[in-house]
Each structure stands twice: as C-alpha cells, then as structure tokens.
C-alpha cells in the first residue's frame, strides 16, 4: 500500500496499554507491508501517567503524535481533536485498551479499496462487559438506526476506517457535543462492513461508566435529529385526545347513572399524568435550548494543552 495510514486513539488512564498497544500495531503494520503510517494518541486528561508514556513514545518514534488535553472531554470529542492532526490517506479510529484486532486492517483496506468510503467492524463475538455497557452499546445501535438516517442498520462502532475526504467533512462540526457515529452517517452511506472479534482487554477496566454512557447517547439523541420533539408533540396530542375522551365518557356515564358518586381519585390520576407528560416534554426542550445555548457560547469541544511529536 503506497497511502499513508492515519491512526487515532483516545487514551485515558491506559498507561500499562497503550505502549503495548502501539507496538503490537506498528509489528502487524510491517507484517502486512504498511510502511507509511502514524498514530496520534490524544490523552484525554488522563488521572494516571498516560501522558508521560505517550509523550516519551513522540519521542522515540517520528511516526507518534501525541496530544494533551486540559480537561477530560470525553471519547468522542477527543477523537475529533485527533482528527484535526492526522495526514493520512485513510484514517482509523482504534482503543487504547489492546481489545481492537488490528489484524484486521488489512480487510479494512481492501473494502474501503472497493469503492466504500467507510468501513465498519461488526463485532461477532465481544469480550466480558457488564450489564451498563451492554445496555449502552444497545441504545447506541438504537440511536443511530432510529435518530440518524440508518435505514441499512449498519452495525456502528468505535472501531473503524474512512477516507480523508470523510474525515475532512466530520471536522467541519466544531461544535461542543459531537458524536462520530452521527458524523459519520451524516457524511455518507456508502459503509462496508467487516467482521472481527473482539480481543480481551489487557488490563484496567473500561473509562465509561453508566453516566458517561447516557451522556454519549443523548449527544446523539439530541444532536442530530428533532424526531424527538416531534415525538413530545404525538404524545401531547394523545394526551389531549384521551383526555377529551374521558371527558365525554364521565359525563355520559353521569347522565345514565346518577347516582354513580364522582370520585377524586380518578382526577388525581389524570392530573399527575398529564402533569408527568408535561414535565417530560419540558425537559426535553429544556435539553435541546440547553445545548443550543452551549453552542452560541462557543464552548469548545476541546482545549489542547500540550502536542508533541518527536521534534
């Protein structure tokens, strides 16, 4: 291959992987004749000594970028802060933690060389996860089918490979809540697809915890799809529609028998869920004016600290 490879990892809290990591990827790289590649590691305001490993490896290796940030952002806006450092023809986004099978690069290659501008992996059997992540990687896949314009229902992962050209377009999204599956489907459907299995993850345990997880569905939830509001706007009309309903049966139920007592709980009942329904569908606007006020303030996805790469 005569392309240059670009590979992006977010680090966080992975300093006994990363370095086996890259040196296991660089060894499969020489084995499948890629001679032309780099990796840029973003540490993404790691609590451990992940910047030091990463940095003191920009030093060794001229093919190593790596990219301190000042505050941790989370995965995603750290894949999008390597993204804007990369060079190469062909991009991958890969794990810090040794569970992605690099082996598979070269089938990556060779889809993405029969005309697809992106490759997914489909994971056909996964390492040990809790219950949290199966739940998250489950309303991920949901999100991206239902919210995004996934008619195929592409399996969509964090391992992946794209042409520059796609990459050159999801960079253009500077604002503060990304979400790289989203991007990625906005740019293009022209997505081949490639099995691999999930390897065990080295050591250390995985950075997302259930929060972190609905935090990452709701940027896609809410970033890229108002299907949401208009699903707050049915209810509301449901709710409207049940309600006159009701209405017209107490009061036909009271003309035919009188002597039936009103009652308050029924009331009560109705109250609190129309009061629910309405609570419900403020919040979600209050999350979407929310967001968009984030966004008029210019808040960054990403503020980079330090970059060193071997010079």
Known sequence: MNKKLSVVIP?????KNIENVINKDIKIFQEQGIIDFEFVLVNDCSSDNTWDVIQNMSQEHKNIIAINLAKNCGQHNAIMAGFRHVTGDYIVVSDDDGQTQMEMISAMLEKADEGFDVVMTNWEQRGKRSVFRKLGTALNNKVSEVLMDNPDKIPVSIFFLAKKFVIEEVVRYNRPYPFVTGLILRTT??????????????????????????????????????????????IGVLSAFLGFVFG???????????????????????????????????GMIGEYVGRIYMCINNTPQYVIKEIRNGE
């Open 11 to 15: 680090c966080y809290n992975s300093e």
């Open 189 to 234: 459907h022209n997505i081949g697809v490639v099995n691999v299995e999930q390897l065990q993850r080295q050591s250390g345990q995985s950075g997302y915890s259930f929060r972190k997880l609905l935090r990452l569905w709701l940027n896609g939830f809410t970033a890229f799809s108002i299907l949401p509001l208009r699903v707050a706007s049915y």
């Open 248 to 282: 017209i049966f107490v009061i036909i139920r009271k003309i035919a028998m009188p002597e039936v007592a009103a009652g308050w709980s029924s009331t009560v009942a109705i109250f609190m869920f129309m009061s629910g329904v309405i609570l419900c569908v403020l």
